[in-house]
């Protein structure tokens, strides 16, 4: 028990350590060797629980979504977007988040190029599917279509705040991408009472 506990502390110690030097230095400048001074464990150790890069990169990006659960509530569609902002917020200063961002932005995976978005388009998928059986998605939408469509659009809006702002204007644009989008999405009945700039964004504001 006590290896496995410590076998955990050295994964994520490295995670974070990954985390935080893709961060600054991007994806391709980073080095393995960098990350384990960071994470201050040994060369064995790293490799250990990853093998390669690419295996970090990969773990990175899988997890990066861990900390995020989408609040079921009466309005699924509601819960979409205050899921949005809560991600929005978290972007500012959550390390992880913000390597796994960078990564799928700097990096393809040439066997599984969707690698990098694919958690947040299932993430979106299920939270749109429910919607639409609840009647709060026109019939013409198809929740995986429309996931993968919102995804690319708030990977375009967070860069460009990235750009603009060092993302904290993020959640202004993140309610800006909503009000343009929920007329396509949303039925008559749920356009009355889903709110654009989120329950989590007020909250935080």
């Known amino acids: 028990m006590v290896k496995q506990e410590r076998a955990l502390r050295t994964r994520r110690a490295v995670l974070q350590a990954a985390a935080e ?4 230095r991007g994806y391709g400048a980073a080095t393995m060797a960098e990350i384990i001074q960071r994470a201050g464990v040994t060369k064995g150790a790293l490799y250990f629980h990853f ?32 899921f949005t ?30 690698v990098p978005y694919q958690e947040w388009i299932n993430i979106m998928t299920e939270i749109f599917g429910e919607a639409r059986r609840r009647g709060e998605l026109l019939p013409s ?10 995804v690319s659009s708030y990977t375009g809006v967070q860069l460009f705040s990235l750009a603009a702002s060092g993302r904290q204007d993020l959640p202004a644009r993140v ?3 909503w009000k343009h989008i929920l007329p396509g999405l949303a ?3 749920a356009m009355t009472h889903v709110d654009p700039q989120g329950r989590p964004h ?4």
Do not use: N, W, Y
């Open 21 to 24: 030097v893709i961060g600054e």
């Open 202 to 205: 007020k909250t935080a504001a």
């Open 85 to 114: 902002h809560e991600v929005a917020i978290a972007l500012r200063d959550d390390a992880l988040l913000q390597a796994g961002t960078r990564i799928a932005v700097e990096t393809t995976f040439s066997d599984t190029p969707m």
């Open 187 to 189: 039925s008559p009945g």
């Open 51 to 82: 093998p390669s890069k690419d295996a970090l990169a990969r773990a990175v990006i899988e997890e990066q979504t861990d900390p995020f659960v989408p609040k079921e509530t009466e309005s699924r569609l509601q819960d979409a977007i205050d």
């Open 141 to 150: 939408v198809d929740p995986a279509k429309a996931a993968e469509f919102f």
């Open 175 to 177: 309610t800006s991408l």
